[in-house]
């Protein structure tokens, strides 16, 4: 069995493949990559043995800029990707492919490779966010605004279809076209097709009655990993109390200003020394101060456990691996599905949501000042205690069941299950 694996997004969207693909290998499948060509992402992938197969630009040209991107660039952006994945997953197809899972930023384009190809397709998720639900509104996207004072769901969710049609339809149709398929007419419910996965813990992210559509949740795909933290870190973490961690990830240009400073000095506050992920955004140090120590790409699994609370986005990814290490957080979500995870993290008992992307000395003095407390170091043990570690074995044997998920295929009349073996 070989599978293609798809996703254009930051670490978040291409670590849990990487889980996934590891699964795979260990059923005896084949699995390939096809995710953006970034050094970091390279680097992951070869550290667990699956291979990268390049698509688009990088994330971090996009990204890592002084401003974040505009509209015009997400309209210019959408299209590329769109005609980037008609290419570099029918090459990938070239050797055989039993089935393409897609996943990341509106991967148009990767069912419709599935379609002409006549093999199962499955769309994953990693929240329910964007999936249309009478439970709230359709989050920002490119594209017209949708309708002010408008109270009715389903209208707003009609108009946020269209916004995904102004970004991807003309691409994507002509993709189709040429290589003899029809047109599409919703593009977002065409590349959600009718059961998509989500790959989000059930405590963390629970789905029932959140959505529209039949979720199946896997369980978050999580890459157990093993590595040893650099003897420096061993050495500053031996040193003291535990510290504080704080790192935004990829939010390069979304970071709040002066972060660092911000956050060693509301440290500080407490008597707490500061761990600081770099990260994108090439948050360092602020003075010569031995409390302080810049780490760059690390074992976040095994460091979240060694911290007293970590400050952070509240990416999905990084969510999940504090609250499986039962740190303490304080959110402060800045994009995209982020203020969810930090209303979660609160509602949870587990930490706090900062109020705002742009956090103060004395507001996050006051937000570390709630999770230093007993009790949420208590409930972030105990949630910790019930997040299951199993989402990417789960995942992967789904591929090999009969009834996988796949579109209309021309040259199978029925949805069967993939080849065992090539």
């Given at each position: 069995?070989?599978?293609?694996?798809?996703?254009?997004?930051?670490?978040?969207?291409?670590?849990?493949?990487?889980?996934?693909?590891?699964?795979?290998?260990?059923?005896?499948?084949?699995?390939?990559?096809?995710?953006?060509?970034?050094?970091?992402?390279?680097?992951?992938?070869?550290?667990?043995?699956?291979?990268?197969?390049?698509?688009?630009?990088?994330?971090?040209?996009?990204?890592?800029?002084?401003?974040?991107?505009?509209?015009?660039?997400?309209?210019?952006?959408?299209?590329?990707?769109?005609?980037?994945?008609?290419?570099?997953?029918?090459?990938?197809?070239?050797?055989?492919?039993?089935?393409?899972?897609?996943?990341?930023?509106?991967?148009?384009?990767?069912?419709?490779?599935?379609?002409?190809?006549?093999?199962?397709?499955?769309?994953?998720?990693?929240?329910?966010?964007?999936?249309?639900?009478?439970?709230?509104?359709?989050?920002?996207?490119?594209?017209?605004?949708?309708?002010?004072?408008?109270?009715?769901?389903?209208?707003?969710?009609?108009?946020?279809?269209?916004?995904?049609?102004?970004?991807?339809?003309?691409?994507?149709?002509?993709?189709?076209?040429?290589?003899?398929?029809?047109?599409?007419?919703?593009?977002?419910?065409?590349?959600?097709?009718?059961?998509?996965?989500?790959?989000?813990?059930?405590?963390?992210?629970?789905?029932?009655?959140?959505?529209?559509?039949?979720?199946?949740?896997?369980?978050?795909?999580?890459?157990?990993?093993?590595?040893?933290?650099?003897?420096?870190?061993?050495?500053?973490?031996?040193?003291?109390?535990?510290?504080?961690?704080?790192?935004?990830?990829?939010?390069?240009?979304y970071a709040p200003k002066d972060a660092a400073r911000v956050a060693i000095e509301a440290s500080r506050a407490h008597g707490r020394r500061v761990v600081v992920g770099s990260g994108w955004a090439g948050l360092g140090s602020v003075d010569d101060g031995g409390d302080c120590f810049v780490v760059g790409e690390v074992n976040?699994?095994?460091?979240?456990?060694?911290?007293?609370?970590?400050?952070?986005?509240?990416?999905?990814?990084?969510?999940?691996?504090?609250?499986?290490?039962?740190?303490?957080?304080?959110?402060?979500?800045?994009?995209?599905?982020?203020?969810?995870?930090?209303?979660?993290?609160?509602?949870?008992?587990?930490?706090?949501?900062?109020?705002?992307?742009?956090?103060?000395?004395?507001?996050?003095?006051?937000?570390?000042?709630?999770?230093?407390?007993?009790?949420?170091?208590?409930?972030?043990?105990?949630?910790?205690?019930?997040?299951?570690?199993?989402?990417?074995?789960?995942?992967?044997?789904?591929?090999?069941?009969?009834?996988?998920?796949?579109?209309?295929?021309?040259?199978?009349?029925?949805?069967?299950?993939?080849?065992?073996?090539?």
């Amino acid at each position: 069995m070989r599978v293609l694996l798809t996703s254009w997004g930051s670490r978040g969207d291409v670590e849990p493949l990487a889980a996934l693909a590891v699964e795979l290998q260990r059923l005896g499948a084949e699995a390939a990559v096809c995710v953006p060509p970034d050094e970091d992402f390279a680097a992951l992938l070869e550290r667990v043995g699956v291979p990268l197969v390049p698509l688009g630009p990088t994330v971090k040209s996009i990204v890592a800029n002084p401003k974040p991107p505009t509209g015009e660039d997400a309209f210019r952006l959408a299209p590329a990707l769109v005609a980037a994945r008609f290419e570099t997953l029918t090459a990938a197809a070239a050797d055989g492919c039993d089935a393409v899972l897609a996943t990341g930023l509106m991967p148009a384009g990767a069912r419709d490779v599935a379609e002409k190809l006549g093999v199962p397709y499955v769309f994953a998720c990693f929240h329910t966010l964007g999936i249309p639900s009478q439970h709230h509104r359709p989050g920002r996207r490119p594209g017209p605004p949708l309708s002010e004072g408008e109270t009715d769901l389903r209208v707003l969710w009609k108009e946020d279809g269209e916004r995904v049609n102004g970004l991807y339809a003309e691409a994507l149709n002509r993709g189709r076209a040429a290589i003899g398929l029809p047109p599409v007419g919703n593009v977002r419910e065409h590349v959600f097709g009718e059961r998509p996965w989500l790959a989000a813990d059930a405590v963390l992210c629970p789905s029932a009655g959140m959505t529209d559509l039949d979720l199946l949740q896997t369980g978050a795909w999580i890459l157990p990993d093993g590595r040893p933290l650099p003897a420096e870190l061993e050495a500053f973490l031996a040193a003291g109390e535990p510290p504080v961690y704080v790192g935004f990830g990829s939010m390069a240009s979304y970071a709040p200003k002066d972060a660092a400073r911000v956050a060693i000095e509301a440290s500080r506050a407490h008597g707490r020394r500061v761990v600081v992920g770099s990260g994108w955004a090439g948050l360092g140090s602020v003075d010569d101060g031995g409390d302080c120590f810049v780490v760059g790409e690390v074992n976040q699994q095994a460091l979240f456990r060694r911290v007293a609370a970590v400050v952070h986005h509240g990416g999905a990814g990084t969510t999940t691996t504090a609250s499986r290490a039962g740190a303490p957080q304080v959110v402060v979500p800045l994009i995209a599905d982020q203020p969810y995870w930090a209303a979660r993290v609160a509602e949870l008992g587990i930490g706090v949501a900062h109020d705002g992307p742009t956090p103060t000395v004395e507001s996050l003095s006051a937000a570390l000042g709630a999770v230093l407390r007993p009790e949420v170091r208590g409930s972030a043990a105990a949630v910790a205690g019930t997040i299951r570690t199993d989402g990417a074995t789960v995942a992967a044997k789904l591929l090999f069941e009969p009834r996988a998920p796949c579109p209309p295929a021309p040259r199978r009349p029925a949805c069967r299950a993939p080849r065992r073996t090539r």
